[in-house]
């Protein structure tokens, strides 16, 4: 797929959840409360590896953060469904994903893992109907004698169901309202559908802070643009002018630039330069999101000049990546 945006659903999810005042108080509001009362959420660090499959990542996004549960090392793991539909088989998914991180946090010396509490997000259009505990999906299970059922893995995922029809309540932080109403708006049915929810994304980036607004309408333009062949530019902006009169000029400054990127019903035609500047565009905004004031100006221009590999190592590691390697990786 020959787009500026090469994966939409990923480089959203990856937008959002690597701030991490929206991370935390995204846990903060949809984990367990007995969850909430023991994990440090002002302990919790971003980790980079996915570990989906290779073959899935165009339709599950994954974020590892590292925190302290009741005083020990421990791990929160989230999964993002991006199909539109539900896939009963993720629970088997996210299994592997479950076990692939113990391989890597394993302690030799102690011979322990750490506890990982698994969550997945679902923005489709049905409502989430496919089982939570592994236990439960064994056939025969409820006949099986306790003895017998100890040979089975055993695991529950929390789910966080926004699907379209399950009209949850959005509850948290005006920036999370705006991204889960996007994702939403990618998956809706039909065209009145997403106009919409479309109308609920800018009532909310109304209600940001004025320095976060062009960032938000951007990005939602952006992500719906890419993940929506049925939609245009125009389209887009006609909803803006009932919901946010008075952006003109910040709105139209975007759609050139989105024009001039190649952009078109949800398509970007953009050669191989296009892509590489979008990556770079992408990495200085996770990296000022990560380091504020340090990223300088300067440190920024030398990231747009990078080539390709060096811009390849820095989304590798995005999140892990200190200020001191970065001005050496691009000086």
């Not at 991006?82 to 391989?103: A, D, N, P």
């Amino acid at each position: 797929m020959n787009e500026l945006v090469h994966n939409p659903h990923d480089r959203f999810f990856k937008l959002i959840f690597s701030d991490i005042r929206i991370a935390r108080d995204f846990l903060w509001n949809y984990l367990p409360q007995e969850a909430v009362e023991i994990v440090d959420l002002d302990y919790l660090i971003p980790e980079n590896n996915s570990h989906v499959d290779e073959n899935l990542r165009e339709s599950l996004s994954d974020m590892l953060y590292k925190t302290k549960i009741k005083g020990q090392d421990g791990y929160i793991y989230i999964l993002m469904e991006h199909k539109s539909y539900i896939e009963g088989k993720v629970i088997f998914q996210l299994l592997r994903y479950i076990t692939s991180i113990w391989e890597e946090k394993y302690d030799p010396k102690t011979k322990k893992v750490p506890i990982i509490i698994p969550m997945v997000i679902y923005h489709g259009r049905e409502i989430w109907n496919v089982e939570t505990n592994l236990l439960n999906m064994v056939q025969g299970i409820e006949d099986l004698p306790n003895e017998l059922k100890t040979y089975l893995p055993t695991y529950r995922y929390e789910i966080c169901d926004f699907s379209i029809k399950r009209k949850k309540r959005i509850i948290g932080l005006t920036a999370m309202k705006v991204a889960i109403e996007a994702m939403r708006a990618g998956t809706a049915m039909t065209k009145e559908e997403f106009k919409e929810r479309l109308r609920r994304v800018f009532e909310y980036i109304k209600q940001l802070p004025e320095e976060e607004v062009h960032e938000w309408f951007e990005e939602c333009m952006i992500y719906l643009l890419n993940v929506r062949e049925d939609v245009t530019i125009e389209e887009i902006l006609k909803v803006q002018k009932e919901i946010m009169p008075g952006r003109g000029e910040i709105v139209m400054t975007i759609a050139e630039k989105l024009r001039n990127e190649g952009m078109e019903k949800g398509k970007i035609e953009g050669e191989r330069k296009g892509k590489l500047e979008g990556e770079r565009e992408f990495a200085i905004r996770i990296l000022s999101k990560r380091f504020g004031n340090q990223l300088t100006e300067e440190i920024k221009d030398r990231i747009r000049e990078a080539d390709e590999k060096t811009i390849d190592y820095i989304g590798d590691n995005l999140l892990e990546i200190t200020i001191e390697e970065l001005k050496d990786l691009v000086k």
